[in-house]
């Protein structure tokens, strides 16, 4: 699985998480779009419904079980919530660990 893949099962979850919402709460599909944190749209329950539904998505259409929201991710001094390129590249390592083990 390629950071593009990755990226389109966001702006996806995105697509269906923005029909959800408000409009002045609508996530952009962008890299640098902020998700969660000082300058992020969602709340924690918006972002729980993220991750979820990203962690469900990649499991359906890859085959591929992932958790995002592990110990590591809330440990980290910058979070991987923040924006939509950070939350790909945590994707990516996680997905990568798990298939190189």
């Keep these: 699985m390629n950071l ?3 990226e389109n099962v966001i702006y996806s979850v995105i697509e269906k998480l923005n029909k959800t919402l408000p ?3 609508h996530l952009e ?3 640098l779009a902020p998700i969660y944190g000082r300058n992020g749209k969602l709340d924690s329950l ?6 979820l539904t990203i962690e ?3 499991e359906d259409e890859y085959g591929l079980k992932i958790n995002l ?7 980290q001094k910058n979070s ?5 390129e950070t ?12 298939m190189n083990n």
């Excluded at 929201?69 to 440990?75: F, P, Y």
């Excluded at 991987?80 to 939509?84: K, Y």
């Design 56 to 58: 469900q998505q990649i």
């Design 69 to 75: 929201a592990d110990e590591r991710a809330v440990s």
């Design 46 to 51: 918006g972002l729980v419904n993220l991750i």
């Design 29 to 31: 599909k962008s890299l």
């Design 4 to 6: 593009n893949n990755i």
């Design 80 to 84: 991987p919530f923040e924006t939509v």
């Design 23 to 25: 409009k002045e709460e």
């Design 87 to 98: 939350l790909t590249n945590y994707i990516a390592i996680l997905l990568d660990k798990q």
